[in-house]
C-alpha cells in the first residue's frame, strides 16, 4: 500500500508516475492562474527540451464515454499547467503524471490548484484573491479554514480577497505588473474617496511612485479628510481644478488668519513640468486680458441722449444708434 502524501499536489517518492499522452490531459477548469507570461513559457519549454519534465504532473482519472459509445480514460490536470504548455511548444507526445485517487471534487480541485500554485509563488495577487473568493463564496469556507488549508493567516486571506473591491482597471494593472500589489493595498485606503484614488493611481503609473510614497500620500489625504469640514464648495472645486491642471495633488488648508497651498512633485523634472504648467496658464490669463482690453478700447461710445414726448410728457432714452443717425445732431 502506497503511503498517504499530506502536500496536496506534490509527489513524494511513494507516489506512483505514469506516462500519459499530452492530448488526453485536459485542463484544470478551477485553475486559478489565468495570466501566463510567454517568454518565461518559452524558457520552461527549453529546459524540458534539454533536461525533460523534472517534476511530474498531478491529474485526476475518470472514465468518459466515446462517440459512438464505449468508454475512454481521460485525465484532467490538477498542477502542473505551465509544465503541460510548454510540453506541448516542443511537440512532446508524453508527460510524466502522479494520478490522484478521491480528490475529484471541484473543491478539491480548486484547492490543490490554488496551493500549487502558492507554494511556487506563481501566482498574481488578483488571481490569487478571485480564487480564494471562489473557495469562500462557492464553497462556502470561512476565511480561517481557508488560511488553515493554505498555510498563511486570516488576515493574508481576507486582506488579498478586499483586492477585488478595486475597480477592474485597477485590478488589470496589478495582473500587467504596472502597479503592485503594495500600490493596490494602499489605493484600497481611498475606495470611499474613488476620485482622489483614481488620481493618485494615474500618479502611480505615470511616474512610478514607490509603494512608501503612495502610503504617506495616502494618509496624507485620508488627514485631510478631517480639515475638508472647513472648506468651502468653492475652494473645493478649485482643489480639483488645480489637481487636474497641474497632473499632480494639490491641497488647499485653511487657517485662522489665512491659509496654505500644497503643491506636491516626486522629481526635479516634475517640479520644472509643474513650474511650466503654471507660467503656461500666467500667459495664457494674460493674453486673454490684453485681448480684452484692446477690444474694449476698439469699441466706439456714444452719449446717451433722452427724448421727451411732447404730447406724453414720457422721457424716453435713445439708443446710441438711433442718437447718431438723429436729424437734430446735423446742422447746416
Do not use: C
Amino acid at each position: 500500500m502506497q503511503e498517504k502524501n499530506p502536500s496536496f499536489g506534490e509527489p513524494t517518492r511513494y507516489d506512483s508516475i505514469f506516462w500519459v499522452e499530452v492530448d488526453k490531459i485536459e485542463p484544470n477548469p478551477f485553475q486559478p492562474r489565468k495570466e501566463f507570461d510567454e517568454e518565461r513559457l518559452k524558457a520552461l519549454a527549453e529546459s524540458i527540451r534539454q533536461y525533460g519534465v523534472l517534476q511530474p504532473l498531478t491529474v485526476t482519472r475518470k472514465e468518459v464515454e466515446k462517440f459512438g459509445g464505449g468508454l475512454e480514460t481521460r485525465y484532467e490536470l490538477i498542477a502542473g499547467e505551465r509544465r503541460l504548455r510548454a510540453s506541448k511548444l516542443i511537440g512532446l507526445r508524453e508527460v510524466p503524471v502522479v494520478i490522484r485517487v478521491g480528490e475529484n471534487t471541484d473543491g478539491m480541485k480548486l484547492e490543490l490548484a490554488i496551493i500549487e500554485n502558492l507554494q511556487r509563488e506563481d501566482l498574481n495577487a488578483i488571481d490569487r484573491a478571485r480564487a480564494l473568493a471562489q473557495l469562500v463564496e462557492e464553497f462556502h469556507l470561512p476565511h480561517s479554514e481557508v488560511a488553515a488549508k493554505i498555510g498563511r493567516s486570516r488576515e493574508f486571506v481576507s486582506n488579498s480577497i478586499r483586492l477585488l473591491a478595486l475597480p477592474d482597471s485597477i485590478q488589470q494593472a496589478v495582473v500587467d505588473k504596472e502597479i503592485s500589489e503594495g500600490h493596490a493595498r494602499a489605493l484600497l485606503m481611498l475606495n470611499d474617496r474613488p476620485e482622489e484614488r483614481d488620481t493618485l493611481f494615474k500618479e502611480i503609473t505615470l511616474k512610478k511612485t514607490t509603494v512608501r510614497m503612495v502610503e504617506q500620500m495616502v494618509r496624507r489625504i485620508a488627514t485631510d479628510k478631517i480639515r475638508k469640514f472647513d472648506k468651502s464648495p468653492e475652494m473645493m472645486e478649485l482643489e480639483k481644478s488645480l489637481t487636474e491642471t497641474l497632473g499632480t495633488r494639490v491641497l488647499i488648508e485653511n487657517r485662522p488668519t489665512g491659509g496654505r497651498l500644497m503643491i506636491e512633485f516626486f522629481s526635479p523634472e516634475d517640479l520644472s513640468n509643474i513650474v511650466a504648467a503654471l507660467a503656461q496658464k500666467e500667459a495664457e490669463a494674460r493674453a486673454m486680458s490684453q485681448e480684452a482690453a484692446a477690444s474694449t478700447k476698439e469699441m466706439p461710445t456714444y452719449p446717451n441722449t433722452t427724448h421727451v414726448d411732447a404730447e406724453s410728457g414720457v422721457v424716453a432714452e435713445k439708443a446710441p444708434e438711433e442718437d447718431l443717425y438723429s436729424i437734430k445732431n446735423f446742422s447746416v
